[in-house]
Each structure stands twice: as C-alpha cells, then as structure tokens.
C-alpha cells in the first residue's frame, strides 16, 4: 500500500507528444495488485485517444492496455494472483459474478466499466500523480508505465516460459483478431471472408481466419506494404482499394462469387463499415466491426442491406473473457499454433514511445512494442 516512483510516459494533452517521467504511483488497495510492466505494445486504440477522438479520452494520462508483465504486490484479500506471477492486464475484466459475465452471452464484463470509463480506479482514485497532479488511468491498465496497479478481477495469469516482449500483444491485438473470427463471427471451414485493415488486428484476423479453415481470405488495405506480410498469414487475395477502378463493393462481391460469408472491419473509418457491411452475401453475410471510430460519428446503410439477410455486428476485445482465455491464447503461442514475432516489427525503450506513434501513422510498422 505504500506508494513508489516509476517511470510512465504522460499523455498530458491530445495531440502532444508522450513526455516520460518520474511519476508517483500509490500502492494496491484491497483486490488490487501492483504490477512490473516488462512490455507493453502501441495499439492504434492509444494513438486514437492521444488524437482526442476518444470520447472518454481524458488527460493528463498514462495511456496503454496492451501490456505484460510481474505481480510484484498483492492488496488484501486477493485469492487468485501472488507475488512473481506472470499476467497480462485486461481492460475487459472478468468477475465471474456480474450478470454479463454469468449470462454466457457476453465478454463484457461489466463489475468496474463505470470507473474504468472514467479513468480512476474501482474505489474512485487515481494512483498515478507527477509533481503533486493527479494523472487519469486508462482503459484500467495504463501500461505506459514501468509499474501499474490493477483489479484483480482485471489480470490474466500466465505461463512463466513465456516471453513478455511477444505475449503483450495478446493482451490486445492477437486476442482481438483471432476472438473475432472464432468467438464473435464462428467463421466454418469453407468460409470466404474479407478483411479490411491489414494492420495489427487485421492480420490475426487471418490468422485466425487460416486456423478456421477459410476458404478465400481477402484483404483490402490502402497500402499494398501490407500483401507480403499478410499472405504469411494465409491470405489468399489482396486489394488495394485505392487502385480498383469503379465500385469497390461490386468488385468484392464478384471476387468472392457472391459476396463474404464474413467480413471483418479493422480500420475504424465509418465509410470502411459500410463497405464491409455491403460485401456481405445476400441473404446470410455477416459483417463484424473491430475497428474503433471517432466521437460522434455514425454508421450508415440502406435497411434494405439488412432486410436482404446481411447482419451487421461487433466485437471487443474478440469476444474473449480474458482470465479464461487469455492463458490459453499464450499456450497456442508457445505451441506454435498461432505466430507473433513477425507481426511485432519495431521493439524500442520507453523513452523512443513517441516514435512507435510515428511509425504507426506512417504504416511504417505492424507492432511497435515497447520494453522496459
Ligand atoms: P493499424 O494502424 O495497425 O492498422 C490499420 C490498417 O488499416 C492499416 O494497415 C491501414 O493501412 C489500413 N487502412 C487505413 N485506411 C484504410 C481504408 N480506407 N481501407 C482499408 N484499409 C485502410 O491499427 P490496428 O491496431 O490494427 O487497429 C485497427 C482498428 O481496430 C482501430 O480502429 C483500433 O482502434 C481498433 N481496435 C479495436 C479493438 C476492439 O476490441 N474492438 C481492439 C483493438 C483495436
Ligand atoms: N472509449 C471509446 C470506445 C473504445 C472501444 O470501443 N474500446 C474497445 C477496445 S479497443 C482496444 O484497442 C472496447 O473494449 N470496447 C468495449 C468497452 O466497454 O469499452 C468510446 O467510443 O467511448
Ligand atoms: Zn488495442
């Protein structure tokens, strides 16, 4: 319960850069636990609310939700996690006793979204403070920082072979991608699928579309960079669709002999969502938003699109209870049934994070993962 330094890089105002610094963290409460990030990758969830398109975006903050790393303290009464266990923070917890998480319908657990969503802790602090002002937390993890505290209920423990500079994408991305296609859209072998946004999500929507048995996996990126890395993946068609001449729609829906038995977003652009949506097979496509779209935006399309057997659906965190699943998601990992490494293309220190932001709007890079 006593407080420490360690080092975070602040988020203190939309669109400015990260400073790193010394900061205050006060110690873990009861049913909280302290946590030593070892890793922690950039996610463009983060860049979207350093952008100050987040409606719930908040600063000054200590942005990051794609961490992991060493239970270093435990608070009262924590049962399920002691000190030198390996975890994965989870910004969608799993309580096990709220009525999403016994209703068997939903990942979304519900025990501490409320001040989760407004960037404080369950009891309603904060912990982190710099120079006497208090810093938000964000998404409940705030990664960003060499040290964290946590709910308990928000921790996923893991093996201990397993390496943090590659398992912290499962703390996000990996789980994301691959839930959405196998929790969130239960893609059958034989299936077509399309897939638009072949960045750090999209792509472990291939793979996950490769492990489900698809037939056709088509991506569409405006950035053909990403064909190469994607086939890797078990892409079958690539497009880019700033080169298609006429409609885009029409072109996917002959590629695919009728249109996607699924089709997945991985973009966060609302004009994405509604091509993703129309490229879906008359009568029974189904297409599911990953990608994260900006405050006040709104996605359309004409009813008839619905009325003629095309669902539109969605999915956070791919559908995964964490503290379940997020374990198994490190065995597939470590038993080389999923693949990692060669979608982490950039591994730097903390103090180069603001260059991990830059390298994302570039498209230079798929992951940048920061280590400490
Ligand atoms: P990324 O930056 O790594 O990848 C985005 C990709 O989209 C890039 O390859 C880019 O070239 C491509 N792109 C841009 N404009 C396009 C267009 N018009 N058509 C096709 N492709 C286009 O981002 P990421 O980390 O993969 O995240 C993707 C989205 O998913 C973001 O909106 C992010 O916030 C969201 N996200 C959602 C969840 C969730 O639980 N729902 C989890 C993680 C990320
Ligand atoms: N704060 C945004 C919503 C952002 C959002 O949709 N977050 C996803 C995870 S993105 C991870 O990279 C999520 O988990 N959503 C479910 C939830 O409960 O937040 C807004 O629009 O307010
Ligand atoms: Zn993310």
Same mark, same amino acid.
């Given at each position: 319960m006593r407080s420490m330094k360690t080092r975070a890089a602040v @988020?203190?105002?939309?669109?400015k850069p990260l400073t790193i610094e010394e900061v205050e963290l006060g110690g873990p409460r009861a049913g909280e636990v302290l946590i030593e990030i070892k890793a922690t990758g950039v996610c463009h969830t983060d860049a979207y609310t350093l952008s100050g398109a987040d409606p719930e975006g908040l600063f000054p903050a200590v942005l990051g939700h794609e961490g992991a790393g060493v239970v270093v303290e435990v608070g009262e009464g924590v049962r399920s996690l002691e000190v030198g266990d390996h975890v994965i923070p989870l910004?969608?917890?799993?309580?096990?006793?709220c009525s999403y998480c016994t209703?068997?319908?939903?990942?979304?657990?519900?025990?501490i979204r409320a001040t989760q969503g407004a960037g404080l802790m369950p009891d309603g602090t904060k912990r982190f403070s710099v120079g006497g002002q208090e810093l938000y937390h964000y998404?409940?993890?705030?990664?960003? @920082?060499n040290h964290t505290v946590v709910p308990e209920i928000a921790v996923a423990k893991v093996r201990k072979d397993a390496p943090f500079d590659k398992i912290c994408y499962i703390g996000c991305g990996v789980t994301t991608g691959i839930g959405a296609v196998i929790?969130?859209?239960k893609v059958r072998p034989g299936d077509n699928v399309v897939v638009f946004g072949l960045g750090g999500i999209g792509l472990n929507v291939i793979q996950g579309a490769r492990l489900s048995g698809a037939n056709m996996i088509v991506g569409v990126d405006?950035?053909?960079?990403?064909k190469p890395i994607a086939e890797r993946f078990g892409l079958t068609h690539f497009v880019n669709s700033t080169e298609?001449?006429?409609?885009?729609v029409p072109y996917l829906v002959d590629l695919t002999g009728g249109g996607a038995d699924f089709s997945f977003e991985c973009v966060g652009k609302v004009s994405v969502m509604r091509q993703a949506l129309e490229c879906c097979h008359k009568g029974w496509g189904t297409s599911v938003i990953i990608g994260v779209a900006g405050s006040g935006e709104e996605i359309s399309t004409r009813p008839f699109q619905l009325v003629t057997g095309r669902t539109w659906k969605g999915t956070a965190f791919g559908g995964a209870k964490g503290r379940s699943d997020v374990p198994k998601i490190v065995d597939w990992y470590m038993d080389k049934k999923i693949e990692i490494d060669p979608m982490i293309t950039h591994t730097m220190g903390l103090e180069r994070i603001n260059e991990a932001f830059d390298l994302m709007h570039e498209g230079a890079s798929i992951r940048s993962v920061i280590t400490f």
């Open positions: @988020a203190h105002a939309a669109n910004y969608v917890p799993e309580c096990r006793q209703s068997g319908k939903t990942n979304l657990c519900q025990a998404m409940g993890t705030s990664t960003f @920082a929790n969130t859209a405006i950035n053909s960079a990403r298609v001449e006429g409609d885009l």
